[in-house]
């Protein structure tokens, strides 16, 4: 059906996924150029209510370190 079955490829389309959300949600204006996104200048709004963001929450398999470290950025605030 076209999906990526790598999973190798899988985690740095969600990587480079989170950056674009994360980026987008700050409010200011925002360009991404990765490997699997491109985003020219733009401004989303309205931000977040959330501060500093909205929460992400991401799944992972132990003891899978990359997935582990993934979540581990993304959950909470940082």
Avoid: C
């Amino acid at each position: 059906m076209g999906e990526e079955s790598d999973p190798r490829v899988r985690a740095e389309m969600l990587d480079e996924g989170l950056q674009v959300l994360t980026g987008l949600w700050t409010g200011e204006p925002f360009e991404f150029h990765g490997v699997y996104n491109h985003i020219d200048e733009t401004v989303f709004m309205p931000g977040p209510v959330q501060v500093p963001r909205i929460p992400i929450w991401v799944a992972r398999f132990w003891p899978n370190k990359p997935p582990m470290r993934r979540a581990a950025r993304f959950d909470g605030m940082f």
